[in-house]
């Protein structure tokens, strides 16, 4: 009887490291879609060096919270493919 024997993938750090990550994106993700908030975004701009007007903070609502939340799971989701994906040699 034959056996099939798969190596097993270790983990490096930074591959850890990206797991953790996207699950930190993941659950807030999830967080922010399953109960939306609205909030307040500052966006950084140019009127932190001086070089102009300070851009104008974005009012969120509730759906685009849920809007935000379905591209930090999207995000969460591609991190984790990218650790799990095996490089080539």
């Known amino acids: 009887m034959k056996r099939h024997i798969t190596k097993k993938k270790r983990f490096k750090g930074i591959e850890k490291g990206a797991l ?9 993700g ?3 879609t399953i109960r939306p908030f609205e909030m307040v975004v500052h966006h950084s701009g ?3 060096v001086g070089l102009g007007p300070a851009p104008r903070p974005e009012h969120v609502t509730k759906n685009g919270a849920r809007l935000y939340g379905v591209g930090c799971i999207l995000i969460g989701l591609g991190l984790g493919i990218i650790a799990f994906y095996p490089r080539r040699h």
Do not use: E, L, N, Y
């Open 20 to 28: 953790a990550i996207a699950c930190v994106f993941i659950c807030a």
């Open 30 to 32: 999830t967080w922010m």
């Open 46 to 48: 140019s009127g932190r």
